[in-house]
């Protein structure tokens, strides 16, 4: 199973922070960024890849979530904040640069993919400079549907066929 999200202006030095309960089958897993090894050869320029080790166990295996870089132009403020930040997995992007990553749940002994019948991902810390300046966005490429908070600072724009991108509108801290 894989997804694809892309950020197509992901323009400060953001953190991605992805976490879903995932079920395979009749068996829920939550991924537990905090108990698993970040293992990282993500360079500038988009090669390698971001791999969260035994960040679950589906049907008793252990499995990986690999995050790799298919698009854009990556470049990292600081690659060593790559990885954690704190709980949250976290993926470190240089002002006014843009990337597309897939994300994938693999087994951690075979690499084989893993197959969910369903699991939600959340994106947390969209925000922005003064004045609309540094603007991060993030879209979604594949077939599903999406909620927000009711007090969201996060607009929607849901006229791309490739699918609905989020963008933030107040400076962040």
Request: net charge negative; hydrophobic share 40%.
């Amino acid at each position: 199973m894989s997804l694809q999200w892309v950020s197509v202006h992901l323009l400060a030095i953001a953190a991605l922070c992805v976490l879903f309960p995932c079920a395979a089958g009749a068996t829920a897993s939550t991924l537990d960024f905090g108990s698993s090894t970040v293992v990282s050869t993500l360079s500038n320029g988009g090669a390698g890849e971001l791999r969260w080790s035994g960040i679950a166990a589906v049907n008793g295996d252990s499995v990986d979530l690999v995050a790799t870089v298919t698009g854009g132009n990556y470049q990292a403020a600081d690659l060593a904040k790559n990885g954690l930040s704190g709980e949250y997995g976290q993926i470190n992007l240089l002002t006014n640069h843009a990337a597309r990553f897939r994300f994938a749940l693999v087994d951690s002994l075979t690499q084989a993919a893993i197959s969910l019948t369903g699991f939600q991902f959340v994106v947390f810390d969209l925000d922005e400079g003064n004045n609309g300046k540094n603007r991060e966005t993030v879209q979604m490429f594949t077939a599903g549907s999406f909620t927000t908070t009711n007090n969201t600072e996060i607009t929607i724009d849901a006229s791309d066929p490739s699918g609905p991108i989020f963008e933030s509108s107040t400076p962040g801290i």
